[in-house]
Each structure stands twice: as structure tokens, then as C-alpha cells.
């Protein structure tokens, strides 16, 4: 155990003797022994003992020392202004955060201030907007095991969303583990924790919140019985205990702080959602670009999110994470986007509503939680005064989509009165200093700030009169913190001072006083203003309580706000780059003119490409040099299958496609580098769950499989993976492979077809077209291109020669193995073919050359180290 978390050793050994702050200390890292405790004193929070040391060295802060009679304890102490990114430095190094806040005021406390553990924050139950990303979930994940298969639940803290799944497979839990990506996890006594990815916290938590009676009690308080809406009994106790992790994080006292504002726990099935595992999240970019070189690129998600607001951007990301199955829920989001972008004034007015639109799930939580401040109220009451107008533009939609969002909002009109008739605009984020509660809203406070300003005035008075008493012009009232109200007279004009006035402090220049009735209206002041301040705290908190009542029906306007904004953005990006609606539900893909949508915003002259992969012909075998356009071509597709089924146009000029159940992709190895990950057995792993798991409605992208082996293997496999693929399970396949000879087979086979791209010559420069065309490449086109980028014809037609005599020693032996060197007599005949001369031994360059050209392994070689090797051999010659 982390010598930091739980009680330091050195209280521990004489806890009865501790002064009474350390043995609060002492006592509450006991209790919260999984976290490091942020202890409240005054303006900071303090670390102790080893938790100090251990923060000290994390935070880089100084660690200084807490002597008492009982001893000397190293200290560490973090402002609590900003709290918020120390926190956040102790969350990446790996630790969770009590927080054990003053809860009562020290001015007030007999003996010993009392303190307790208000929150713990940990990485996938974040709340504070300082520490998350305002358009992303922040998921914790709960995972379950039971008879039947699993139970498998995330929840978002900042947000409210709730979401269950009851996957039977290991593999389906990686997946949909992948797709949610949480920060946290919690698993069950019986589960594996091995699914989760290795920047996931992960806690076995306690058993007894995964219990069976325990859990279902837990989400029946919350949801109603669980038996009607959620899967098993696995998937009750994952919930449960997720339930009990959130509020056990929310702190509180012995018993949990039930979290109102979970209003919904949604159940869904896997088999709902295109199946889009961790391995295809990656290799298609998505979410994160693979940093080629250690530079950022852009990922899917950037191209299509031009969402106005926070609710949207989520909402963007969550259908992209699940692209849908169900062709009639497909459709009524196309329908939507195409309304939207046949009508771009009504789209754009739409767009701008948005932008003034908060984060009202976050805001609600934040009400529940009783953390939110005025301000968040006004911000709150400020989205709901534009519902009204985006209500107001979606009074002409006709698609039924647009038609029912537009009956789901509901400007709250009741709470948006509430709000505004209590909560004065820009009020004072402080809660307990007044400024925050508006005039008018309530008899009490009025009365007492009248008083207030009553005083105040004849103070601001008071000057004015006792001048004109005391005949002294340069008498002053003034106000300071420590004596209050007084009157100042200079010593010349001293003899002037009446006989009320009281001498409170004699200054260098000037006495100060005070007299009876103005020391009787201060006191009235300041009572009325301490009453005041009290009395806002009160009906503040009043007011965020009823505003909390409507949470649910917050939650339902948000929701609708967030597929608004989501389908604007679709058709936003729809109009501007020019996309098609696709046809959804064919038999097969039909794309005239696909483009890759990430790719073509950074080519300058990007080139369509039309692909048509049919139930007859499902699978393509794509062949052509070393960036030729195939990745992106067969990414291309693979996107347009996902782009279509969250709902999205499509970058085309016509695009019909099918349901896609599952894209798979595996990328070799050897384009794979820049990932660290790869080994052959991992892209053999993939590969067996490719074959495993694909159906004919998959769609398997496969780049230059079979790389990490020699070459007679992964041409072997290559071959054996096409036979299946094509035989057996039928899948919509690209294969885009440097193992030539498997365009042969491709030929062979009834249902598969070949694809090639070439190169060519542009006056001295090999270019790429990136044109698509039917047919195997040429055989020997790393040569072409190196013959197509001018290196001599002596040495291509020499390369030529030895690729036709490896092809013959590979027929005559095949035991031959890695014995590809070819014999020195050939070496001799080829010298002769040149214009050079033997005379000058090694003085001649080309010598040289053709000694290396001759001794390639060519057979141990990818096309493009071929073409690397051709290039520096032809500059030596120059
Ligand atoms: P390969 O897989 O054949 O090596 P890539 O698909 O990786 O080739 O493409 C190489 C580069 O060519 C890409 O990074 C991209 O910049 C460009 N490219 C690919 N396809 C096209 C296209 N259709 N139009 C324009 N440029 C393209
Ligand atoms: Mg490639």
C-alpha cells in the first residue's frame, strides 16, 4: 500500500495523544484511505506526513513542517483559490482526492472547527469545468460479472448521462468498453479488469456495492425497479454500484448524498450500434489522429463538428461513437440534415440562437448538487429565453425529427420567471456577501435593505449638516474597517467640535469622533446588512432548490438542444464541402466520386474515386505503389459507411451503401510503426477476430496484412485470409496488399475483383494520380517508378533481370529460403551491358552500384525500401 493514503504512520502510533485538528486529521485519511486528504485550514488545504512528501514532490510546492507538542509533521499546503489544478496535477499521477473542507465557521465553532469530506474527485467523476473538456463526456465505467455474460454501465457525474449495456462476450465489452472510453472504472469481485485501457483508473471496488440486493435497491430508489428496463442481473449490480461510487464521490456524512439529477438510466444493446472496436476507433481516426512524426493531425471529429454549443458537441461525439443499424432512424436524421441544408437562413438563425446557449446539463447537475452559484442560475435562465426563438425556427420543419425536437422544447417558463424575478443580473459570484438576490422578490430583505439605505443616507448626509453646525468646511465623515464611521476635524478647527462629539483616535493632523446617534445608525446598518446577507443565502438556496425540482425537465430541453445542434452541424458541413445525402440500406456500395473527408481539406486537388463493392463481388484486392492513394482510398469507403449510419451526408457525388453491422480494419505492421503497438502476434490476434466475428454485412479493411513475417508467410496468409474471407464469410473486403501474386487469386475468384493505382511521370518528377482503376497494378511497379523517376535503363532493365531469375531460383527450389543472392558471373555480364569501363577498378562509382544492386535481397524487401535503395544507388552514379 501507497505509504501517502491513509493514516501517517507517525500519528497512528500515538492517536490518543494528538491535538485535536491532527487527530481530526489523522481520523479522516483513515476513513478515506484510497485517497489522498486535502485538509482545510483557513485559506488552504494541508497534506501531512508522507501524503505531504509524496505532494510536495508531484506538485513541485514547498514542504515545510507542523510542530505541536506531540511532535513535528512535515507539511504541504496548496491555496484553495486554486485548488482546482493541483488537484489536477495529484489526479495524473495516478491518485484519487478527498476533499475535507471547514463545515462550520470557525468564528462560531466551540473548540475545534468541524470538517468533512464534502467530495472526492477522481478522474472519471470530475465536476469542476476547470478540469473538463466542455465538449467531451467524462465517463466512469462499472463493470459487473454474472452467470448469464456481463454488466457493463457509464456514467457521466458532470452531466447526468446514464447509459447500461449487458454485453455476453469479453470481446463486446472491449468494445463498447473502447467506444465510451472512460477515465475510471469500478469492477465487481468477479471481473476483469484487464479490459480496460491502460490510462483508465481502475478500482476493485467494494463487493458489497455490487451485491445483488444492495444494487438493485440502490437503482430501484433512483429509476424504479430495474427488473422492466434493464437487462440482468449483472447489469443491476454494475449500476448499483456505480450509483454507490457516485454519491460515495459527492462525500456527505455517514450516508450518501442521493444525486437527484440522475434522472435516466438508458439500456442499450450493442447489436443497436455499428460495432466500431477499439482497433478500427484508431485506425480510421475518429477521435484522435495517429501522430505521424509526433505532429497533431486532424481527426474526423474535427472536420465534422461545426456545433454551436457544448450540449451539441457531446451529443456530435456520441453519435459518432455509435452509428446507428436501424435504417428508419438513419433516415429520419438524413431527413433532418436535409431539410437543414435546403434551408440555410433558417439554419444559420438556428446556429446563432445556439451559440448563446450554456451547458445546461452541467448547470443542472450543478443545482442539484447545491453547487451552483447566481451566476449559473442567470446563465441558466439566459438558454431558456432563446428556446422560445429556436422553437420559433423550427416552426416550419416539416421532417418528422425536426417536427418532434421542436415539440420536446420547452422554454421552463415557470423557472425562467423564477429566476428572474429572483436573481438580480450579475449578481456576486460570492453567495454569502449579499448582491445576489433582486429587489422586489422578497418583503423581508427589501425591508431590511431600505433600513439599510435609510442609515446610509443620513450618514451621507451627516456631513453636509454638521458642517453647516459646526461652521467647519473641511469637516469629513468617513468609514474605515477597524473603528467604522467618523468624523474627522483638522487641530486648527478642533476648538469648533461640539459637545456630542466622542474622541475615537487622534490622528497627526486631525482628531477623529463619533457621536451617539451616528454610532446608533451604524449599528443599524450593520445589522441590517449582516440580516440582509443572511437572509439572500436563504432565499438563494430556496430558489436553487425549486430550480432543482426541475432537473428532469431541464435534462429533456438539453437533450433536445444537443440533437438540434448535432444535425445543424451535420448539414452545415453537408453544404459547405459539398456532401450527398446516401442511400442507406442497399445491397452493397455504390459511390460515385467518394472523397476522404478528412484528406481532402488538407490536398489541395484531392481525386474522387468511385467504388462499387456488390453482393456478387464483394471483395477488392487494391494494388499500386507506395503512396499511390490506397489507405485513403479504402479508409474513404470505410468512413462513408460511417458517416451514413450516424446520419450524415456523405462526401460523394452519389453514395449508395448498406447497413454496415461491424467496420473492421487491421493496418500492418510496418505502417503501424509510428503506433509503437504493433507486433505480427498482435496483427495476427486481429486478424483471428476478424475472422472470427465478421458476417457478410461487415465491412473488413485490411492494409498490408502479413508484413511482420517473411515474405512466404505473410503471403501465405494473405492468400488463406482472402480464400476465407471470400468463401466462407462474405463481407463487403478491400485488401490493399504489396504481395502481388495475390492478384492472381484475386482473378481467380468469383467475387472478388482487382483495383490498382499507378504512378506517373511528370517531366522529371514521378507523381501519383490517385486514380482508381480496374485491374491489377503491373507486376513490377516499384521498377516502373523507378524507371518513371529516371534511373538508368541499364540498371532497371537489370533489376528486371534479377526479379525474373529470383522468380526462377523461387521455382526451381523452393526450399532455396533467404539464398537469394544471385551469382557473381552475373554481376560480370550485366558490366558489360553498361557504358562503363573496368579499367578504374573501384574509381568508378557505378562499380560499386551494380556490386550492391547485384547482392539485394529483394525477397526481404517492401517496395518502398526498394525504392529508397533505387534512389541513393542512382544519386551515387551521379
Ligand atoms: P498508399 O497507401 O498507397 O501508400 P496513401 O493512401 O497513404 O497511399 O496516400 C498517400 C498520400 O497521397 C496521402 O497522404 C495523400 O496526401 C495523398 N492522396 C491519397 N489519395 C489521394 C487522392 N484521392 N487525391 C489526392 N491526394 C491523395
Ligand atoms: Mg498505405
Not at 430495474?226 to 459527492?250: K, N, Q, S, W
Not at 459511390?591 to 463481388?617: A, Q, Y
Not at 479508409?635 to 460511417?642: C, T
Not at 537469394?820 to 569501363?837: F, N, R
Amino acid at each position: 500500500m501507497d505509504a501517502a493514503l491513509g493514516p501517517p504512520a507517525a500519528m497512528a502510533e500515538h492517536r490518543e495523544e494528538l491535538t485535536p485538528m491532527m487527530a481530526q486529521y489523522h481520523d479522516l485519511c483513515a476513513e478515506y484511505d484510497d485517497s489522498l486528504v486535502l485538509f482545510q485550514v483557513g485559506d488552504f488545504y494541508e497534506l501531512f506526513c508522507e501524503a505531504a512528501e509524496t505532494a510536495a514532490r508531484i506538485l513541485e510546492i514547498t514542504l515545510t513542517k507542523r510542530e505541536d507538542s506531540t511532535g513535528s509533521y512535515p507539511m504541504a499546503g496548496i491555496p484553495i483559490d486554486s485548488a482546482a489544478s493541483y488537484i489536477e496535477g495529484l489526479l495524473e499521477a495516478g491518485y484519487r482526492v478527498a476533499v475535507a473542507d471547514q463545515v462550520e465557521d470557525p468564528d462560531e465553532a466551540s473548540g475545534i472547527v468541524e470538517r468533512s469530506v464534502t467530495r472526492v474527485v477522481t478522474p472519471g467523476t470530475l465536476t469542476e469545468s476547470e478540469l473538463l473538456r466542455s465538449d467531451d463526456n467524462n465517463f466512469v465505467a462499472s463493470l459487473a460479472r454474472g452467470a448469464e455474460g456481463y454488466g457493463l454501465a457509464f456514467l457521466d457525474v458532470s452531466t447526468g448521462d446514464f447509459v447500461a449495456t449487458g454485453p455476453d462476450a469479453a470481446a463486446t465489452v472491449r468494445d463498447e468498453i473502447a467506444r465510451f472510453d472512460p477515465a475510471e472504472a469500478i469492477v465487481g469481485p468477479d471481473a476483469d479488469a484487464a479490459a480496460f485501457a491502460d490510462d483508465c483508473m481502475v478500482t476493485a471496488y467494494e463487493p458489497e456495492a455490487f451485491a445483488h440486493d444492495a444494487a438493485h435497491g440502490r437503482v430501484a430508489d433512483y429509476f424504479g425497479s430495474p427488473d422492466a428496463h434493464l437487462g440482468g442481473d449483472a447489469e443491476v449490480r454494475a449500476c448499483g454500484a456505480l450509483l454507490a461510487y457516485a454519491e460515495y464521490t459527492r462525500g456527505g456524512e455517514g450516508d450518501h448524498d442521493r444525486l437527484d439529477y440522475l434522472t435516466h438510466l438508458t439500456r442499450y444493446d450493442p447489436r443497436e450500434y455499428m460495432v466500431l472496436d477499439g482497433v478500427a476507433l484508431r485506425s480510421l481516426e475518429l477521435f484522435e489522429r495517429r501522430s505521424v512524426h509526433g505532429s497533431e493531425g486532424t481527426a474526423l471529429v474535427d472536420v465534422l463538428d461545426e456545433t454551436a454549443c457544448a450540449l451539441g458537441g457531446r451529443r456530435l461525439k456520441d453519435w459518432l461513437r455509435r452509428p446507428l443499424v436501424d435504417a428508419d432512424r438513419i433516415e429520419a436524421r438524413h431527413d433532418a440534415v436535409g431539410e437543414l441544408v435546403s434551408d440555410p437562413l433558417s439554419r444559420d438563425a438556428l446556429q446563432t440562437d445556439l451559440r448563446d446557449v450554456y451547458d445546461l446539463e452541467r448547470l443542472i447537475s450543478k443545482v442539484s448538487r447545491h453547487r451552483a452559484d447566481a451566476r449559473d442560475l442567470r446563465s441558466l435562465k439566459a438558454t431558456l429565453d432563446v428556446v422560445p426563438d429556436i422553437e420559433d425556427e423550427l416552426s416550419d420543419a416539416e421532417s418528422e425529427h425536426l417536427c418532434d425536437l421542436r415539440e420536446r422544447l420547452d422554454g421552463l417558463d415557470d423557472v425562467r420567471e423564477l429566476i428572474r424575478n429572483a436573481i438580480r443580473e450579475n449578481p456576486e459570484r460570492e453567495l454569502t456577501e449579499g448582491g445576489i438576490i433582486a429587489d422586489g422578490y422578497d418583503e423581508t430583505l427589501d425591508e431590511l435593505r431600505g433600513t439599510r439605505r435609510a442609515g446610509e443616507q443620513w450618514i451621507d448626509d451627516l456631513e453636509e449638516a454638521e458642517r453647516e453646525r459646526t461652521g467647519v468646511d473641511s469637516l469629513k465623515v468617513g468609514h474605515n474597517s477597524v473603528h467604522g464611521y467618523y468624523i474627522e476635524v483638522t487641530n486648527p478647527n478642533l476648538d469648533a467640535v461640539p459637545e456630542n462629539y466622542e474622541r475615537r483616535q487622534t490622528l497627526k493632523n486631525s482628531e477623529r469622533f463619533v457621536t451617539p446617534e451616528l454610532r446608533e445608525r451604524e449599528e443599524e446598518i450593520m445589522n441590517a446588512s449582516a440580516r440582509a446577507d443572511d437572509r439572500e443565502l436563504e432565499l438563494f438556496r430556496e430558489v436553487r432548490r425549486e430550480v432543482g425540482e426541475a432537473a428532469e425537465r431541464v435534462q429533456r430541453v438539453a437533450d433536445a438542444l444537443a440533437t438540434v445542434d448535432a444535425l445543424c452541424s451535420l448539414a452545415a458541413v453537408a453544404a459547405q464541402y459539398d456532401y450527398c445525402r446516401p442511400e442507406v440500406g442497399a445491397d452493397g456500395f455504390e459511390i460515385e466520386g467518394g472523397r476522404h473527408p478528412v484528406v481532402e481539406r488538407t490536398e489541395e486537388s484531392f481525386v474522387p474515386n468511385d467504388l462499387s463493392l456488390t453482393r456478387e463481388t464483394p471483395l477488392a484486392v487494391v494494388t499500386g505503389p507506395n503512396m499511390s492513394g490506397k489507405s485513403t482510398y479504402m479508409r474513404q469507403a470505410a468512413l462513408v459507411a460511417v458517416l451514413a449510419q450516424l446520419g450524415s451526408f456523405v462526401p460523394a457525388r452519389s453514395a449508395r451503401v448498406p447497413l454496415v453491422d461491424r467496420v473492421f480494419t487491421r493496418v500492418g505492421a510496418s505502417d503501424d510503426i509510428a503506433g509503437g503497438r504493433s507486433t505480427f502476434m498482435v496483427e495476427m490476434t486481429e486478424l483471428a477476430d476478424i475472422l472470427r466475428d465478421a458476417t457478410k454485412n461487415s465491412l473488413v479493411v485490411l492494409d498490408e496484412v502479413g508484413r511482420g513475417t517473411s515474405t512466404a508467410d505473410g503471403y501465405a496468409i494473405a492468400q488463406a485470409v482472402t480464400e476465407r474471407l471470400h468463401d466462407d464469410v462474405g463481407a463487403y473486403t478491400l485488401f490493399a496488399t504489396h504481395h502481388h501474386d495475390l492478384t492472381a487469386v484475386a482473378a481467380e475468384l468469383n467475387g472478388a475483383r482487382n483495383l490498382h493505382f499507378r504512378a506517373a511521370r511528370e517531366g522529371e518528377d514521378v507523381t501519383f494520380v490517385h486514380e482508381v482503376a480496374q485491374g491489377a497494378a503491373s507486376a513490377s511497379y516499384g521498377i516502373e517508378v523507378a524507371e518513371q523517376a529516371g534511373v538508368p535503363p541499364g540498371v532497371v532493365e537489370r533489376a528486371r533481370d534479377v526479379v525474373a531469375e529470383r522468380a526462377a531460383n523461387v521455382d526451381r527450389d523452393v526450399d532455396a529460403g533467404a539464398s537469394a543472392d544471385v551469382d557473381s558471373g552475373a554481376i560480370e555480364s550485366t558490366t558489360t551491358d553498361t557504358s562503363a569501363t573496368a579499367d578504374g577498378g573501384n574509381a568508378d562509382p557505378s562499380d560499386d552500384v551494380l556490386d550492391e544492386l547485384a547482392a539485394l535481397n529483394l525477397a526481404e524487401m517492401t517496395p518502398i525500401e526498394a525504392l529508397t535503395t533505387l534512389n541513393r544507388l542512382q544519386r551515387e552514379l551521379h
